[in-house]
């Protein structure tokens, strides 16, 4: 039985290769970059992802991170806080990636570092190669994550929402207020997430969603886009928009000069099987979906994908029963995600924040409803 060709060694394709590993498969997947890379995310792995990598085989404790309990949601003066509804990790994704494509290939996936997809032949059957080699795989599993492949493009890619991402040291009082927390800081068309990761160094991640008009009493009060040219000078604007981040980040030390940084990202992207699709490509992760990064769950999803695809393909299922069975798992909570972004980029922000202040279940309750429970 010839495997499934793996193209991306995120966490969506190392999951797919370690459970067709698990089933005495030896995969082969492909990966472009040569070494471990860091990635725009925010690092989070919520309940749902650690509770993916059990499933997996791979206990999330050797991974080192940083324990986190609690939840702040912060808007100028306001806050809300609460426990989250599951224990989660703060984990670089230079860290977690590089794991994952390690147990991967301990299990028998012959990992290809260096490897490009270029394209896919219009059928869909055959994967060039930027080396210049041909592949004509019976199956293919896309898993490029927030990368398109010509060929395989996603329709929804041209949404105007930009991440951005920083590693800082943070003042030694600032660190111990955010230790065991995940602080997001809600802004004007944007919203910026903090934590630990492993080493206690500090994950500063922002999504700039530029295509939702921000909320603005008058012209002079709209907020341009975020400065992005190095991390400094997005630091400062950061600190400038948002009292709470002006005190979290006063005297942090960034890790590099420039931000990590990623554009169209198409938030609550779901694939929908065609009768056209190649009954061979099977999409995983940010191929297959895309939940918004407030919910902290892609990759869970992602994780999930993986499992799922190569369970289906193992049990001789084809990429629409899969992609049938994924998209009825995932639509609900991303349905939700979505509505929380929205809610939480438009004007109406302010007042979600006091009411998840008032309400102390409310946290909690959005933090279980955006979380895809049925992929388990
Ligand atoms: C701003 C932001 C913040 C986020 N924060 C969080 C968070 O805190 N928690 C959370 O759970 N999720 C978060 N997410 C979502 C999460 O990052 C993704 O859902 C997750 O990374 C998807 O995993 P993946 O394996 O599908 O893709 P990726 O992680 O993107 O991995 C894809 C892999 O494929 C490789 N690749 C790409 N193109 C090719 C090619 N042509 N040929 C070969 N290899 C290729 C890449 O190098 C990469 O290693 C965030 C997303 C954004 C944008």
């Known amino acids: 039985m010839h495997a499934p060709l793996i193209v ?3 966490p969506a394709g190392s999951a797919a290769a370690i459970r067709l590993a698990m089933a005495g498969l030896q995969p082969t997947l492909l990966e472009r970059s040569r070494e471990p890379e860091d990635k725009v995310c925010g690092d989070f792995l919520s309940g749902g992802s650690l509770a993916a990598l059990r499933s997996l085989g ?7 991170g940083h324990p ?31 794991v994952l494509l390690e147990a991967a290939a301990q299990r028998g996936t012959l990992v290809r570092r260096g490897e490009r997809l270029r394209g896919l032949s219009a059928d869909g059957r055959v994967a060039r190669l930027t080396s210049g080699e041909s592949l004509a795989p019976r199956t293919l599993f896309l898993a490029t994550g927030k990368h398109d492949v010509a060929g395989a493009l996603r329709p929804d890619r041209a949404g105007g929402a930009v991440g951005l991402k920083a590693y800082v040291r943070l003042a030694p009082v600032q660190r111990a207020a955010l230790a065991g927390s995940v602080e997001v800081v809600l802004l004007r068309g944007a919203y910026a997430g903090l934590q630990l990761v492993e080493n206690d160094r500090a994950v500063v991640c ?18 341009g886009p975020l400065a992005s040219r190095d991390v400094a000078a997005l630091l400062a604007d950061l600190a400038a928009r948002a009292p709470a981040l002006a005190r979290r980040l006063e005297g942090a030390v960034p890790e590099r000069l420039r931000p ?5 990202i198409p938030y609550g992207h779901l694939h929908r099987t065609d009768p056209a699709d190649p009954t061979g490509l099977f999409r995983l992760g ?5 939940i918004p990064s407030l919910a902290g769950e892609g990759i869970a999803l992602a994780l999930g994908s993986g499992r799922l695809a190569a369970e289906t393909w193992i049990g001789g299922g084809d990429a629409a029963r899969y992609h049938h069975c994924f998209s009825r798992a995932v639509a609900p909570p991303l349905r939700r995600a979505v509505g929380l972004h929205r809610l939480c980029l438009g004007p109406a922000q302010a007042w979600v924040v006091s009411l998840a202040g008032w309400i102390p279940g409310l946290l909690p309750l959005a933090a279980a409803w955006t979380r895809a429970t049925r992929l388990g």
């Open 58 to 64: 791979l206990d999330p404790a050797m991974l080192g």
């Open 260 to 264: 990590f940084a990623i554009a169209g």
């Open 68 to 98: 986190i309990r609690r939840v702040r949601l912060l808007q100028g003066e306001r806050t809300a806080e609460a426990a989250l509804p599951f224990a989660a990790l703060g984990v670089s994704r230079r860290h977690l990636d590089a």
């Open 8 to 10: 991306g060694g995120g």
């Open 286 to 290: 940010d191929q297959a979906c895309v």
């Open 206 to 223: 922002v999504m700039q969603d530029r295509s939702a008009a921000p909320h603005r009493r008058s012209p002079a009060d709209e907020a």
